[in-house]
């Protein structure tokens, strides 16, 4: 009698996506989002010497007094870089925030009315995606210069026709599907399907954009602010930091690489945290 051996079965591995490590993941990415975000936000109070003072001469080696050294002027660069990314976030913000509410007005409207008006209105704004964005900037920041509002203007017009498609699609997708048809059918406005049917189910996807237009939204803003268009004067920017520095970099390394190393860190961060988040709707829609 021959005996035939079986091996045992094997054991189905645990899915990594459930382990505690991969759970923890955005979390940890979120913190250091923040970290760097009120760094640069609440830097300006950390400022061991005023950012637009002379005190020294020009590119100076890191000692005691100026821990990473004097830049072009003189002046101490780590409270410019302390104070120099606030302007930056603050503007990248508020141009995210107004083309999120353009977009997602304009999307949102698209999607409710007629498929012709719809089409038109997506047609306009597809006109305004075609210039390029830098050149929108590059045009408000010179026509207004030293402003403020013209930068984050720029900022959200560049921006706001991508939204506007995205947030049109997921609206549209919420329209069409059969529970909104059957709220309909029983008598809603369109103002309640509006208020309890489409904003909460495109809340989702409209967070994500918003997310991803804040990563272009700081590039733009960097780089006016390394053109040198936007406000000016000796307020630190670190765009502006690592144009004005670029001439003394084999003198000094530090007056142009700590702004562009904390620029790339906040973009890194900001595009890292808008991946997670565009993953977990992902698989909340699926």
């Given at each position: 009698?021959?005996?035939?051996?079986?091996?045992?079965?094997?054991?189905?591995?645990?899915?990594?996506?459930?382990?505690?490590?991969?759970?923890?993941?955005?979390?940890?990415?979120?913190?250091?989002?923040?970290?760097?975000?009120?760094?640069?936000?609440?830097?300006?109070?950390?400022?061991?010497?005023?950012?637009?003072?002379?005190?020294?001469?020009?590119?100076?080696?890191?000692?005691?007094?100026?821990?990473?050294?004097?830049?072009?002027?003189?002046?101490?660069?780590?409270?410019?870089?302390?104070?120099?990314?606030?302007?930056?976030?603050?503007?990248?913000?508020?141009?995210?925030?107004?083309?999120?509410?353009?977009?997602?007005?304009?999307?949102?409207?698209?999607?409710?009315?007629?498929?012709?008006?719809?089409?038109?209105?997506?047609?306009?704004?597809?006109?305004?995606?075609?210039?390029?964005?830098?050149?929108?900037?590059?045009?408000?920041?010179?026509?207004?210069?030293?402003?403020?509002?013209?930068?984050?203007?720029?900022?959200?017009?560049?921006?706001?026709?991508?939204?506007?498609?995205?947030?049109?699609?997921?609206?549209?997708?919420?329209?069409?599907?059969?529970?909104?048809?059957?709220?309909?059918?029983?008598?809603?406005?369109?103002?309640?399907?509006?208020?309890?049917?489409?904003?909460?189910?495109?809340?989702?996807?409209a967070l994500t954009d918003t997310a991803l237009r804040l990563v272009a939204a700081l590039h733009l803003t960097a780089t006016a602010g390394f053109l040198g268009l936007g406000p000016g004067g000796a307020a630190p920017d670190w765009g502006r930091m690592v144009s004005e520095n670029v001439p003394g970099a084999t003198l000094a390394a530090a007056p142009f690489l700590a702004p562009a190393l904390l620029l790339i860190l906040i973009s890194v961060c900001v595009g890292?945290?808008?991946?997670?988040?565009?993953?977990?709707?992902?698989?909340?829609?699926?």
């Open positions: 009698m021959t005996t035939v051996l079986t091996p045992p079965p094997r054991r189905a591995r645990p899915s990594r996506a459930g382990t505690p490590a991969r759970r923890r993941r955005p979390l940890v990415t979120g913190a250091f989002t923040l970290l760097v975000l009120l760094l640069a936000l609440l830097g300006p109070l950390a400022a061991p010497h005023s950012p637009t003072a002379q005190l020294a001469a020009p590119f100076q080696q890191p000692d005691g007094q100026f821990l990473l050294g004097t830049d072009v002027l003189g002046r101490d660069v780590a409270s410019r870089v302390l104070g120099g990314g606030r302007t930056i976030v603050l503007t990248a913000l508020a141009g995210t925030a107004a083309a999120g509410a353009v977009g997602l007005a304009a999307g949102v409207l698209a999607a409710m009315v007629s498929r012709r008006l719809g089409d038109l209105l997506v047609r306009c704004v597809d006109a305004l995606a075609v210039v390029p964005a830098l050149l929108v900037v590059l045009v408000l920041a010179a026509g207004f210069p030293g402003s403020h509002a013209a930068l984050v203007t720029a900022v959200a017009l560049a921006t706001a026709p991508f939204s506007t498609r995205v947030l049109r699609a997921a609206a549209d997708t919420v329209l069409d599907s059969g529970y909104v048809e059957a709220a309909l059918a029983r008598g809603d406005t369109r103002r309640a399907v509006l208020r309890h049917d489409v904003l909460p189910n495109i809340a989702g996807p890292l945290l808008a991946g997670r988040l565009a993953d977990t709707v992902g698989r909340g829609a699926a």
